[in-house]
């Protein structure tokens, strides 16, 4: 029975949410899996992975094969290179804890690489509000500039108006009197 390493689609329309399965290659692509092995959530910058590597590679030397993409999820959390380095445990080119120290080293470097993206993120994006906050102040300050102008004619017109006719307010005020 070939087996794939394969996601399997979840979530709803537009907001896709993956698990990362087991499963026989004749099988449909959300229908029946032989074990699940992670998760996939790409609606978040950076991706979401969240995988048992030590399944992965359980699966992988007992002779399954990653689809593309899987292969690259397995690539980035480091299953492919535990497998690659199990392959050498067996060989007798390495042994158990220079595996186990070359993997670690690698997880911390790829540790150190996906926080400083995130900082990246968190720093372009407020860079980004600080940006449109300026210009949204500019924006108003224009605004109330453009508007001051003709607040003063209205301004200049109604005491214009008031001092041309002053008996004309004095003969309303009196007839409001009366």
Not at 70 to 81: C, D, M, Q, T, V
């Amino acid at each position: 029975m070939p087996v794939k390493i394969r996601l399997q689609r979840h979530g709803k329309k537009g907001k896709p949410f993956y698990w990362i399965v087991a499963a026989d290659a004749r099988a449909k692509r959300d229908g029946k899996y032989l074990e699940k092995i992670g998760t996939y959530d790409p609606n978040i910058n950076p991706a979401v992975i969240d995988l048992d590597v030590d399944k992965a590679v359980t699966w992988l030397q007992n002779g399954a094969q990653p689809t593309d993409t899987a292969k690259a999820i397995l690539s980035y959390k480091g299953a492919l290179l535990k497998n690659h380095l199990a392959g050498g445990v067996r060989k007798g080119a390495l042994t158990e804890e220079q595996a186990a120290a070359k993997f670690t080293a690698w997880l911390e470097e790829k540790g150190g690489k996906v926080t400083a993206k995130e900082e990246g993120l968190t720093k372009s994006q407020a860079d980004a509000k600080a940006k449109a906050l300026a210009a949204e102040k500019a924006v108003n300050e224009a605004r109330i500039e453009a508007a001051k102008p003709v607040v003063e004619e209205v301004v200049e017109e109604a005491v214009a108006e008031v001092e041309a006719a002053p008996d004309t307010i004095d003969e309303a005020s009196a007839k409001a009197a009366e």
